[in-house]
């Protein structure tokens, strides 16, 4: 009698119903670790940042002017300044960036002081949807989309 | 002994091959539905871009000093395979490195920065724009610059496309009033 123990239908329930608990806390783990995705024109923001398209110069004069080319509205533009062994990061939004963006065939020409700077890479920044419905900006990788001025 | 064996067969048993392929193929479709809803963001769709044959060409641009003011009018002709909408337009002047230059022409006045034409310029067609800058502190452009703009059709909703592709640069000499 002692030696009967769970019978398989039980034993299955209870593998089962271990398996999708253990899942589920495995899934939540996970997906905690793993950043939200941002949605823009219907696809994550990172497939985005391949279809932005920008030029840039900057004059003796210390002008900076950004052209937008392409169909992405860039809603900020990181600037990382090198200079001698170091490096700063500096936000466009300080020298006078649109506050909603440059949009389509839109231009951002300003003065800005790249003191002691030998080059400067500039990433777009952009705007997308959380899946819960807020605002959240992506910087898009400097390496793959930043844009190079030597000076 | 006859016990025991009979004991041993019965553990055996465990769940049925039908209840195995059901368990198996259901969890297969919960796993990829999953999966699915966590990676269909990262699924490829197309951006919107300008067909390859969209292409635009300054056949002149002739600079006019008027009452002191800078005056220039400029030849764009569609020499593409597709309708043009209008363009962008920017220039080095000597107030700047880039400006934009649309507010200064009929067409592109409070058109948030773009010339946009009334009717579109289809292929072989030319056109002249005039840009006036009286009142301006604009008395020398350097260069031009233009990308053409199409009106498409995406998702049912006419959408304004940049064709960047088809970007243009022209120096200007000599365009400047003293």
């Known amino acids: 009698m002692n030696k009967k123990g769970v019978s398989p239908v039980i ?6 119903g271990i398996v999708i608990v253990l899942a589920a806390t495995i899934f939540m783990w996970f997906r905690g670790m793993t950043q939200e995705a941002i949605i823009k024109f219907e696809k994550n923001v990172e497939l985005v940042c391949d279809d932005v ?31 001698d062994g170091d490096y700063e990061t500096k936000n466009l939004i300080d020298y006078g960036w649109p506050d909603n963006g440059l949009n389509q065939g839109g231009i951002f020409s ?29 910087a898009c990788d400097e390496n793959r989309y930043g844009y190079e001025i030597i000076i | ?34 999966v699915y809803q966590w990676m269909k963001s990262y699924v490829p769709k197309e951006a919107l871009e300008c067909p390859e044959g969209v292409s635009v060409f300054i056949s002149d641009v002739r600079c006019e000093d008027i009452g002191g003011n800078l005056v220039f009018n ?51 067609e030319s056109s002249t724009y005039l840009f006036n800058f009286s009142g301006s502190a604009i008395t020398q452009v350097y260069s031009i610059e233009i990308i ?13 496309v940049s064709c960047s592709n088809a970007k243009i640069k022209e120096i200007v000499a000599g365009c400047s009033v003293i």
Not at chain 1, 62 to 82: W, Y
Not at chain 1, 114 to 131: D, H, M, R, Y
Not at chain 2, 151 to 157: A, L, S, V
């Open chain 2, 1 to 34: 002994m006859k016990l025991n064996k009979i004991i041993i067969k019965k553990s055996k048993k465990g769940v049925s091959i039908m209840i195995g392929y059901v368990l198996l193929i259901s969890a297969a479709i919960v796993m990829g539905a999953v």
């Open chain 2, 74 to 124: 400029i030849d764009l002709k569609n020499n593409g395979r597709f309708n043009i909408g209008g363009y962008f337009i920017r220039g080095e002047t000597n107030i700047n490195i880039a400006t934009d230059l649309s507010g200064y022409s009929k067409e592109g006045e409070g058109r948030g920065g773009s010339v946009l034409f009334m009717t579109e310029m289809k292929p072989s």
């Open chain 1, 110 to 138: 300003e003065s800005v002081d790249f003191v002691g700077a030998n080059q400067v890479i500039l990433s777009p920044v952009l705007i997308g949807k959380t899946e819960k419905g807020g605002d959240r900006t992506f």
């Open chain 1, 53 to 83: 398209k920008f030029a840039a110069s900057y004059s003796p004069e210390g002008v900076l002017a950004v052209s937008n080319d392409g169909n992405v509205p860039i809603f900020q533009m990181k600037a990382k300044i090198s200079g």
């Open chain 2, 148 to 160: 053409p703009i199409r009106f498409q059709i995406e998702d049912n909703r006419r959408r304004l």
């Open chain 1, 11 to 16: 034993a299955t329930v209870l593998l089962i």
